[in-house]
């Protein structure tokens, strides 16, 4: 049986990743908007550049320098760059495939983690993580009932993503475990994900009006937002716990395509929605969470 106060880490490690995933629904919505007028250069470059100031606005100016002390630039280079490469592929995924079908093909990633988790991290994954994520996905084919024929070549963007999406996890895991702050991790990603994205929005740029400049700041807010808890997650729970939560962006996926695109869930939706939170609420009360 896990120590109380360890068990309670993992509970606010499972809150915070839910909230997390919930947003990162809506970044995916907010971004299927704006893909029939921006481009992807741009579109993504919102998602940091704007994302930036609202982290430095949250922190006083003189820890603005601390913010950015770290003892693994390396890892964190290299996590700035993975969620830009989620970024420009669900951009594209979404521009080119409905939204469910694109999300539940991104969430091939639970599974990666799980398995990967243990050889990299050097975390016991238990049973009720591998059940968890078994129900979880098998809930998310019930939810998207994703068509092979209608899946064309375009898959493999949010496939791709798929990938990159654990590797993710798993680098924010092992910064989160080797005490690097949440803060500076998020703030690393930013600027990182904004300067590598800079050149791309400056050679598409194209004309964006007043309301597409309030979409494209909503982005960048939402996305920064995300990224913050999803970090804070990861840094109070294993990566094999938390991977089964990661099913929520499903759910806010199916609610966001009612609101913005007037995709109303079936039976069979709703019935998956109730394997998720199942399978969740499983993983939270098994002894060896």
């Keep these: 049986m896990a120590d109380p106060q360890e068990r309670r880490a993992v509970l606010r490690g499972i809150l915070l990743l839910i909230l997390s995933a919930s947003l990162f629904g809506a970044v995916d919505g907010l971004s299927k908007i704006l893909a029939d007028t921006q481009s ?49 592929v669900m951009v594209l995924g979404v521009r080119y495939l409905p939204l469910a079908d694109a999300t539940v093909i991104l969430f091939a990633a639970p599974f990666i983690v799980v398995a990967l988790s243990a050889r990299f991290l050097g975390e016991r994954v238990p049973l009720s993580s591998w059940i968890g994520v078994g129900v979880g996905f098998l809930a998310v084919l019930l939810v998207a009932r994703p068509g092979f024929s209608a899946l064309s070549h375009y898959a493999i963007f949010p496939l791709v993503g798929a990938v990159f999406f654990a590797v993710l996890q798993l680098i924010t895991r092992r910064l989160g475990a080797a005490g690097e702050s949440p803060t500076t991790t998020l703030a690393w990603t930013l600027v990182v994900g904004g300067i590598a994205s800079t050149p791309f929005a400056a050679a598409s740029w194209v004309h ?66 109730a394997m998720i939170i199942a399978a969740g609420v499983y993983v939270v009360r098994s002894p060896s969470a």
């Design 208 to 273: 964006v009006t007043p309301g597409e400049w309030l979409l494209m700041v909503g982005l960048g807010i939402v996305f920064g937002v995300s990224q913050l808890l999803m970090i804070r997650a990861f840094a109070l729970a294993p990566a094999g716990v938390l991977a089964p939560f990661n099913y929520v962006q499903l759910i806010s996926a199916a609610i966001l395509g009612v609101l913005m695109f007037g995709d109303v869930p079936d039976a069979l939706t709703l019935i998956g929605i």
């Design 40 to 88: 992807v250069g741009q579109i993504v470059w919102a998602r940091y550049a704007l994302a930036l100031p609202v982290l430095l606005a949250s922190i006083r100016p003189a820890e603005w320098v601390s913010m950015f002390r770290t003892n693994r630039p390396a890892l964190q280079i290299m996590r700035g760059l993975t969620p830009l490469v989620i970024s420009v």
